[in-house]
T-cell receptor, first 116, second 113 residues
Framework: EPEVTQTPSHQVTQMGQEVILRCVPISNHLYFYWYRQILGQKVEFLVSFYNNEISEKSEIFDDQFSVERPDGSNFTLKIRSTKLEDSAMYFC??????????????FGPGTRLTVL | RKEVEQDPGPFNVPEGATVAFNCTYSNSASQSFFWYRQDCRKEPKLLMSVYSSGNEDGRFTAQLNRASQYISLLIRDSKLSDSATYLCVVIGGPLYNFNKFYFGSGTKLNVKP
């Protein structure tokens, strides 16, 4: 069964450093998402991406964050200058399309980001 | 007001019990609703979509009440393996707007032998 993959599984970084979290969505999916979950808290929507552009973003997704789909397979989340409060699990998800007849999101296993 | 609200629990039940979780949502334009399951430190996984007519999948039954903006999940004959956090998820907007999914904070279920 196809799945969403994410790398690395755990990233440790110093405050102020840039990090790039990588995701490979399921190959025929058209909608891509990033979420974060701070330990013990709820899953929070960050951004959705469709047709090579951001379609929605939350108030969390400020100028420190950016997303890219640099090629046909990868979907990346960049945090320019990490803060302590960016420490969280970051989940990537993808969704096929309206035409597929399903509105299910498929989640990757997550990248745990620790900012020291 | 939060987009999606759930009772955080935990619900501690014996094996074989029936347990029900509730969820309310604030956006009356929402059209798509889901229950996800999340095990500790793992990604959310879709349990079932919630349809207007209600739907059942084995021991799991989901109901939607649009007038009250309320979703429920019923688990019958609970198993030890049902222990997890159950997340109510709502797409924030009209039908086929896949751009924004709102998650509730989750309801924790502990099934005891």
């Amino acid at each position: 069964e196809p799945e969403v993959t994410q790398t690395p599984s755990h990233q440790v970084t110093q405050m102020g450093q840039e990090v790039i979290l990588r995701c490979v969505p399921i190959s025929n999916h058209l909608y891509f998402y990033w979420y974060r979950q701070i330990l013990g808290q709820k899953v929070e929507f960050l951004v959705s991406f469709y047709n090579n552009e951001i379609s929605e973003k939350s108030e969390i997704f400020d100028d420190q964050f950016s997303v890219e789909r640099p090629d046909g397979s990868n979907f990346t989340l960049k945090i320019r200058s990490t803060k302590l409060e960016d420490s969280a699990m970051y989940f990537c998800a993808s969704n096929p399309s309206v035409a597929s007849g399903t509105d299910t999101q498929y989640f990757g296993p997550g990248t745990r980001l620790t900012v020291l | 007001r939060k987009e999606v609200e759930q009772d955080p629990g935990p619900f501690n039940v014996p094996e074989g019990a029936t347990v029900a979780f509730n969820c309310t949502y604030s956006n009356s334009a929402s059209q798509s609703f889901f229950w996800y399951r999340q095990d500790c430190r793992k990604e959310p996984k879709l349990l079932m979509s919630v349809y207007s007519s209600g739907n059942e999948d084995g021991r799991f039954t989901a109901q939607l009440n649009r007038a009250s903006q309320y979703i429920s999940l019923l688990i019958r004959d609970s198993k030890l393996s049902d222990s997890a956090t159950y997340l109510c998820v709502v797409i924030g907007g009209p039908l086929y707007n896949f751009n924004k999914f709102y998650f509730g904070s989750g309801t924790k279920l502990n099934v005891k032998p």
